[in-house]
């Protein structure tokens, strides 16, 4: 796991949270916000967008890794997500995260600030499918 400076962990959350107002959640009224950092040291941040459709519906942690990899990033070290409750990443997000790097480190913060909960995505995901399993 790569280790995260406490600044570093700062500053995403607080990009996490700047980026929450952006949320598109007239359905749920619970507006996540996301932020993900690279390993060249880039940050890009990510909102839940929903819809009518319902399971149409995106969360914010995918939006900001896809956008990431949109952009030719591939290695991600850290994502930060807020919401008003410390709400955890979805099991789908978690997915997602895995593919790109199992020892993402994973912030979960409240709309305050504070990390409640610090760990790598693969210790939030046991037993994950990985990339692996697709080899000949
Ligand atoms: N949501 C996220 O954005 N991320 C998660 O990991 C869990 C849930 C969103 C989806 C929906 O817009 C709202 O939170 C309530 O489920």
Redesign the pocket.
Known sequence: MKKISPDTKSQLVEIAKNAQKWAY?PY?H?P?GAAVLTESGKIYDGV?V?NAAYPV?M???RVAIFKAVSAGERMLSAIA?VTKNG?A??GS?RQVMVEFNPEMVVLVADEEGHIIEEKPVKELLPGYFSPEYLKK
């Open positions: 959640t749920s619970y996540v839940n929903e519906t969360c914010a942690e997500v709400g990443p979805c997000c």
